[in-house]
């Protein structure tokens, strides 16, 4: 039988499914604004619209609503309403929520009454009008209300027309021309019976009976062609939080999505659906109450499957380890309290890429179970296994499941041959997961999915189809399975611009991230001195953040509207945050002896810290600063803004210093004029260096008593040298800071992806001003000023008379389009591997590119800072707020902006600030201070005028609240627990040593229960002995530790 007979014959059964048709026209037109869910206001336009017309697609919503009188013969039969208006729609029955309409076929009713009063709910298929321009080239079209009809379906007739719907795409890919041959004898024999040209419907309907027991008969003789697999069919609807829609719309796309999902739940037993992402569930419940009971019915049912374990499905490269702890923290406190499930599984499916850290964070969040499929979109290298097990930084593991094929989709026999013979491990196992439904804009399941799916789970030449909640499979699949491991970060071998695209977002969210440590630490510490702090007003803002860590959001992959919604939203996290900084600085002051006015500088990392210090002293100025014991340090201004080097000041802790103004009766005086000669060629204890370095022919040149830099006349670094070490950094005839702008012509994906090449490279070299900035006793600086295209970049390069960093404070007007911009240093280091930060651990990539795994990863994500080091010496790189470095041989590049076009035309485009950072450093990274740097550089120090306050005065000038007695130990998180009493300690180990650690309290803890990262204890013998205010423990490499303690 020709493939085109089939079809006809496929398509004439189609149109024979009805008993009973019955056109619906003359519908009420009324357009309404969506002002937010559950509130639209009506514009005042209404009109009539029939089948054919078209409508709106600009964005706007409209209601149609009709009466629909059912005709007396159709009273008590089943009947359907068959609707095709384009756009994405709700159906509201009798005032009442329906579902989506995202297919034709919608049940009216089982037993038809007298009347239905309908309205439809319409709007714009938003997903397809964004992208339709960049994939078509043409503007998305108009909708066309095509039809609305109140139908009787035969079930029988509807029955046969998906099995041989199903049967010929089968026959399209069937590989084996035996079995081919046969199932197409069944097919051809099944149709022989049927009577296409009676005019009498019950013969009709009667030989399809009889075509139907043929086919199922003929497909009974394949039964020895069984495939040997079993596929385990569960629904999803893959629904990005947003993308190329708002958050406001997203709510819309739940309700639509979930209410299809519980009203095709009721008539299919054998349907589940798993669910991730809890803020689409809070959404649903905070707005739409009725539904959400529905949707809690079904969890009870076990059909209906909260999983995930993350608050949204997160970025994992550009979210701190904190908030990933967070995510799954928010989002299983959240599913244990609303359905009474402890979800085991990570659900992240669409992800671009996956840190080291996250195993560990997940085993030890209670997460066993780790799947995506986003590794399949690799460009270069196939991932090795489907089944696996992942092993993080520090050891953690936890199973790994790439499906082989998407995160959704339809069942076609393609698809499901096509997943099945890609999966690779069949020798651990013979079954895996299949997901269906509409996805990335939500929609969700369709009846028609059903249908098909009953006809494929008859057919012996398909795998077994079982149905079952995913967190059964993956206990069933795992069950001591004889699995292979991958250790380190799941790379994805795409979609690299997401580290840079965007930079606004990235730069909010990290000093979101930071400012929610430092808030939750000082009210910890405020509250404990009896000071009323409300910290609890930082839940709603982990919630924000939280959001706006979703893997397009954070990524920068969406539209403008998305962008400025993130805005105004860390708006409200940087409200909050800085009010209980404030509130809780207040609090801890207010006991503080400081002899007088005072400025306080409040140190909230682990380590005792000495560095630069930012002072606004009420408009006066002073030369210098007195410390308690009466050291004097001096003060540069620039405007009305101080800057002194703060020295030693106690972890978690601060110190005073007294200004000592012109009139000081002590009459402290230092001479603030910079002394050139007093550093020149000297090492950094002030010893004198044995060669003294011969200068070039510079340009201009900065020095301390650490480095000499000088500069050509592009600004860029010719000379690097390190006094120390008596070393020159800068290779012969090459040049630091080199300012690199790449062609950046992307696919589809074009903030997504990254497309360059070093012969559409561009170095930046039109000065328009160059000249010294800042010479004072604190810092001195070069100011820099560049043009190219419509771009214009001002650097202000800072070196510190106390401080071993170089600073290159950034300010860019960037007007570009399909253009990056990079930073280049060559530097006279050699080193097959480099160290990247990753949040919470570090993880070493190659800089060669000797194989396929290295060439891939030519550019990588990375947090504070990436280090390139021989042995005893090495150069950092460190950042603020930015995210993508390469490393090739001896050549160390950050990416500092993106041009990308699509799916938001406008992104990055205007004013960026942000500073990076060279750390030259004696010894390797550890030895060196480079992970105290990038904690510097991103946690500045200011200094807070206090009044000589009359109040108890019980602490000292200076003093530490916790003190660690390990620099290798981070105090990442001080904070109140999230349920009952407790404090939560939490650190991390940084060096990748094993250590024995003390923690000293500011209070002696009553006691102290070492827990998981859910701030649950580990187990009967958790308890830790407490020696008066200290408890001690021993910590692996890389491993994050949490305690909860109580002082009360």
């Known amino acids: 039988m020709e493939p085109d007979y089939l079809d006809l014959l496929i398509r004439d059964i189609n149109k024979s499914r009805f008993d009973y048709r019955l056109p619906l026209d003359n519908w009420k037109m009324e357009e309404v604004e969506y002002i937010k869910p559950g509130c639209y206001k009506k514009t005042g336009w209404t009109g009539t619209i029939n089948p054919g017309d078209e409508w709106d697609n600009t964005g706007k919503t409209f209601y149609f609503t009709r009466k629909v009188e059912v005709p007396r013969e159709l009273i008590g039969k089943k009947i359907y309403l068959e609707v095709d208006i384009g756009g994405e729609s709700a159906i509201y029955i009798n005032g009442s929520l329906k579902r989506g309409l995202n297919e034709e076929l919608i049940l009216l009713s089982e037993r038809a009454e007298a009347e239905y009063d309908i309205l439809i709910e319409a709007t714009y298929d938003v997903h397809n009008y964004v992208k339709y321009p960049r994939f078509h080239g043409r503007e998305y079209p108009r909708h066309f209300f095509k039809k609305v009809n109140l139908v009787v ?172 702890i967070r995510q799954i923290l928010y989002g299983k406190k959240f599913l244990e309290k609303e359905f009474g499930i402890r979800t085991r599984t990570c659900w992240l499916p669409d992800c671009f890429g996956f840190s080291a850290i996250l195993p560990q964070i997940l085993k030890k969040s209670g ?116 699995l292979p491991h991958w250790r380190g970060e799941l790379y994805l071998e795409k979609h690299r611009g997401v580290y840079t695209s965007q930079a606004i977002l990235k730069k909010k969210n990290r000093h979101s991230e930071l400012l929610y440590r430092k808030a939750e630490l000082l009210s910890v510490i405020s509250t404990l001195l009896g000071h009323e702090v409300d910290y609890r007003s930082l839940h709603q803002g982990w919630e924000l953040i939280l959001k706006n860590q979703f893997h397009d959001i954070l990524p920068g992959s969406c539209i403008r509207g998305v962008v400025d919604d993130a805005l105004k939203d860390y708006e409200k996290v940087e409200a909050i945050g800085e009010e209980v900084v404030t509130d809780s600085l207040q609090g801890i002051f207010e006991n503080v002896n400081t002899d007088g006015d005072s400025i306080v500088v409040f140190n909230t990392l682990s380590w005792e810290r000495t560095d630069l210090v930012e002072i606004n002293y009420e408009g006066q100025k002073f030369s210098v600063v007195r410390d308690e014991n009466g050291k004097i340090l001096p003060v540069q201004w620039k405007g009305d803004y101080g800057y002194f080097v703060a020295e030693n000041i106690p972890p978690s802790g601060y110190k005073c210093y007294t200004p000592v103004f012109e009139d000081d009766e002590n009459g402290d005086r230092i001479n603030s004029v910079y002394d050139e000669e007093a550093i020149m060629g000297s090492h950094g204890d002030g010893s004198q260096l044995d060669h003294v370095y011969e200068k070039k022919d510079k340009k201009f040149s900065l020095e ?36 690199q702008l790449f062609e950046d012509k992307s696919t589809y994906f074009d903030v997504w992806d990254i497309r360059i090449s070093e012969d559409k490279k561009y170095n930046v070299e039109d000065v328009e001003e160059i000249g010294y900035g800042q010479n004072g006793p604190v810092y001195r600086s070069l100011v820099i000023k560049k043009a190219f295209n419509r771009s214009k970049i001002t650097q202000e390069i800072i070196i510190y008379d106390s401080i071993p960093r170089i600073d290159f404070k950034t300010e860019v007007d960037w007007q570009e389009r399909q253009m990056l911009l990079k930073a280049a240093f060559p530097l006279d280091i050699q080193s097959d591997r480099a160290t990247y930060d990753i949040g919470l651990a570090s993880i070493e990539r190659s800089t060669h590119r000797n194989t396929s795994w290295d060439r891939a990863r030519w550019e990588v994500p990375a947090h504070k800072w990436a280090d390139l080091s021989e042995y005893g010496y090495g150069v950092s790189l ?70 000589d306050v009359k109040g108890q005065n019980i602490l000292p000038p200076s003093h530490s609240f916790v003190n660690l007695d390990s620099d290798n130990v981070v105090l990442e998180t001080l904070k109140f627990a999230e349920e009952g ?22 209070k002696p803890p009553n006691w102290v229960i070492e827990c998981d990262l859910m701030e649950e204890p580990l187990d009967n013998n958790s308890e830790i002995r407490v020696r008066g205010n200290r408890f001690s423990f021993e910590i692996n490499p890389y491993e994050i530790k949490t305690f909860k303690i109580d002082v009360t």
């Open 153 to 324: 379906l035969n079930e029988l007739v509807d029955e046969y027309y998906y099995f041989l719907s199903v049967i010929k795409d089968l026959l399209n890919v069937i590989s084996s021309r035996e079995e081919e041959h046969l199932l197409r004898k069944a097919l051809e024999d099944s149709l022989k019976e049927i009577e296409f040209h009676t005019d009498n419907r019950g013969v009709y309907v009667n030989s399809i009976k009889e075509a139907l027991q043929v086919l199922k008969k003929g497909l009974s003789r394949l039964e020895k062609y069984k495939h040997p697999g079993e596929l385990v069919f569960t629904a999803h609807s893959h629904l990005d939080l947003a993308f190329k829609w708002t958050l406001k719309e997203t709510i819309r796309k739940s309700k639509r999505t979930l209410s299809t999902t519980v009203d095709l739940m009721e008539r299919y037993h054998d349907l589940f659906f798993v669910q991730s992402q809890p803020q689409l569930l809070k959404y649903v419940k905070d707005n739409y109450p009725r539904l959400y009971r529905k949707v809690k019915q079904q969890v009870r049912e076990g059909r209906l499957e909260p999983i995930g374990g993350m608050w949204v499905e997160s970025d994992t490269n550009l979210t701190s380890g904190e908030s990933l």
């Open 367 to 482: 997460l066993d179970y780790f799947i995506t499929t986003k590794l399949n979109w690799n460009d270069t290298n196939e991932f090795p296994y489907n089944t696996f097990v992942w092993q993080g930084v520090d050891g953690s593991e936890v199973y790994g499941y790439l499906l082989p094929r998407g995160y959704g989709g339809e069942i076609e026999p393609r698809e499901i041959l096509n997943c099945w013979d890609n999966f690779k491990n069949k020798a651990e196992a013979n079954n895996l997961l299949y997901l269906y439904g509409y996805g990335d804009g939500g929609g969700g399941i369709t009846e028609e999915m059903m249908k098909r799916l009953k006809a494929t789970s008859e057919i012996p030449l398909l795998p077994d189809c079982k149905f079952s909640r995913v967190e059964d499979h993956l206990q069933e699949l795992f069950n001591d399975a004889e």
């Open 704 to 739: 301390n008593k650490y480095f000499y830099l000088e500069f050509n006349d592009r600004g860029n670094l010719t000379t690097l040298y390190d006094k120390r070490v008596d070393r020159d950094l800068i290779p012969e005839g090459e040049e630091g800071n080199n300012l």
């Open 878 to 947: 460190l950042n603020n707020c930015k995210y993508g470095y390469d490393i090739k041989d001896n050549i160390m590049r950050i990416t500092l902006l993106k041009g990308g076009i699509f799916p938001d035309p406008e992104a990055d485009l205007g004013i960026h600030n942000f500073t990076y950072s060279l750390f030259p450093h004696v010894g390797d990274l550890r030895e060196g201070g480079t992970i105290k740097q990038g904690y510097y550089l991103n946690e500045p120090l200011k200094g807070l005028t206090v009044i």
């Open 981 to 1002: 009493q407790g404090i939560i300690i939490r650190c991390y180990e940084s060096y990748g040593q094993k250590s024995k650690v003390t923690i000293e309290f500011f």
